[in-house]
């Protein structure tokens, strides 16, 4: 799992921080309200 | 290069903070001015500038005549990231029904100019002579997107970083000046949300610049343009590998050797923008009933932020210098094909659109 992390692209690591920090200010959102 | 690679992780943020506080500034200057603006007949109505596009011409006013000291530059190579996040974010406003609805019509309208740019771009270069790696990064930059498709094709076609800067240089101004001029022309023609938001999506080619210009116009026509960037997104590996496979093929016409293995599976597999699977799996969250009102509102404001760091930090690393680097008359060249494109998409939601 951590090979397979570490083999990704610079542009592929950045698409999956943005779709994790995506989604955890959806649920953020869910949690304040 | 050696020690940017021993930095920790920890370094990397210490070293971020000063241009993150930089942009933060920026951003809620914008976010305070803006509305403060918009009480002055000239702003109101002539020359609209809400926060977002505030945001952006702010960034750039700041670097590019006070200047940017080098210890805050670490800190402001986050304007992808928070713009692509805010579009994961922007996912909430939208229910599969709404997105199908716009996004069927939007990818055809986009198949359409998206190809037919960058097919005329080249042409265009074949014509007035201009090497084939510049003419294809201005293909790339002006079809689908000013930063990210010139990167993307870049390699294929061998380009210099000189051809990228000034592709994306070229780009992003052509995008700048439509922030100015596209809101106006919206209002005198009374366009709808509806038109405005694919007029934009389609004549801009710069995320920020095409989200920005939309909400900057209103939320109806910024969440039109929305899909549109989306949309425009999707086909970029397509996009860079025709314009490779046209690229080789005039290399190799003109008798340079100028081939470059292509590997088709390769460019669209790599290429492919995997980000919109989040906005796509938020759009799902939201048509199974997660979210309630006051949720979604609040993710709004989440995705405003994203948005308005992400366009700050553009604002602070565009340098209007670039243009100067490759001459006049590729400048009028990406600019002619930039203009009669979004001339001609403005014709086309005028008469397809409601």
């Known amino acids: ?33 | 290069m050696g020690d940017l690679e021993k930095k920790t992780l920890l370094q990397e943020i210490i070293d971020s903070i000063p241009g993150a506080i930089l942009v933060i500034l920026v951003a809620v200057a914008a976010f305070f001015i803006a509305p403060f603006l918009q009480k002055y007949p000239l702003f109101k109505t002539y020359l609209e500038l809400k926060d977002f596009i505030l945001a952006i011409l702010m960034g750039i006013l700041i670097k590019n005549t006070v200047g940017i000291s080098k210890i805050f530059e670490p800190g402001l190579r986050f304007s992808t990231i928070l713009t692509k996040t805010g579009i994961v974010v922007m996912g909430a406003k939208y229910s599969m029904m709404g997105l199908v609805k716009v996004g069927g019509p939007a990818l055809f309208y986009i198949a359409v100019f998206l190809f037919g740019t960058a097919i005329i771009m080249m042409w265009v270069g074949e014509r007035f002579k201009v090497p084939t790696p510049l003419a294809a990064c201005l293909a790339s930059g002006l079809s689908v997107c000013g930063v990210s498709a010139t990167i993307a094709i870049a390699p294929a076609v061998r380009a210099r970083n000189r051809d990228m800067a000034y592709s994306i240089a070229v780009v992003l101004m052509f995008g700048l000046l439509a922030l100015l001029v596209f809101p106006p022309i919206g209002r005198i023609l009374h366009l709808s949300d509806t038109q405005y938001g694919a007029f934009c999506g389609v004549g801009i080619v710069n995320s920020a610049q095409v989200l920005a210009a939309g909400f900057g116009y209103s939320e109806g026509a910024g969440l039109v343009a929305g899909i549109y960037n989306i949309g425009r997104v999707i086909f970029l590996p397509f996009v860079v590998l025709m314009l490779a496979i046209m690229a080789a093929n005039r290399e190799a016409k003109e008798g340079r050797e100028g081939n470059v293995e292509i590997n088709k599976w390769k460019i669209i597999k790599d290429k492919f923008p995997i980000f919109v699977l989040g906005f796509l799996a938020v759009v799902a969250l939201n048509t199974m009933g997660f979210l309630s009102k006051p949720e979604i509102k609040l993710a709004k404001t989440f995705m405003n932020w994203c948005f308005l760091l992400g366009f700050a930090s553009i604002g602070l690393t565009t340098r209007l210098a670039d243009l100067k680097a490759a001459g006049l008359s590729g400048f009028f060249m990406g600019f002619l094909v930039a203009g009669a494109k979004a001339a001609i998409a403005l014709i086309v939601v005028l008469s397809f659109l409601d």
């Open chain 1, 1 to 33: 799992m951590l090979n397979w992390f570490k083999n990704l692209s610079k542009s592929r690591k950045q698409d999956l921080a943005v779709i994790i920090m995506g989604m955890l200010l959806v649920f953020l959102a869910k949690l304040l309200k």
